[in-house]
């Protein structure tokens, strides 16, 4: 999620943010993605029910590009369209100037949103 948040620095979460209120799309969030000391930022992308696919490193919801001013640089990541399951989202940071094979991204329930980053 570099500029925005440093890897490998301190962040403070709200983890009361979606208590009354579901995520929405672009929402940067904090993820317990391995047990409960791995949390990765990551911002959401699709949410429950939508397509979700990428096109030579370009995202594509429901069959449309979507622009994404906060990515960069991006590698040529092609990803066959799947569709959100229910009660998940579907997460990825910014950095995508790696190979989608070396980055965490995928569908993750939404109890495993732990809140947002404060800063």
Known sequence: MVPAYNNGG???SF???YLLTPP???????????????MLLKRIVALEGETIEFKKGFLFINGQKIDEPYVFRRQPWDLAPRIVRKDHVYVVGDNRNVPMQTHHFGQTPINRITGVPLW
């Not at 799309?25 to 791995?38: I, K, Y």
């Open 15 to 17: 983890t009361l943010k």
């Open 24 to 38: 929405k799309r672009f929402d940067v969030v904090t993820v317990r993605f391995s047990g409960n000391h791995v």
């Open 10 to 12: 301190v962040n403070f």
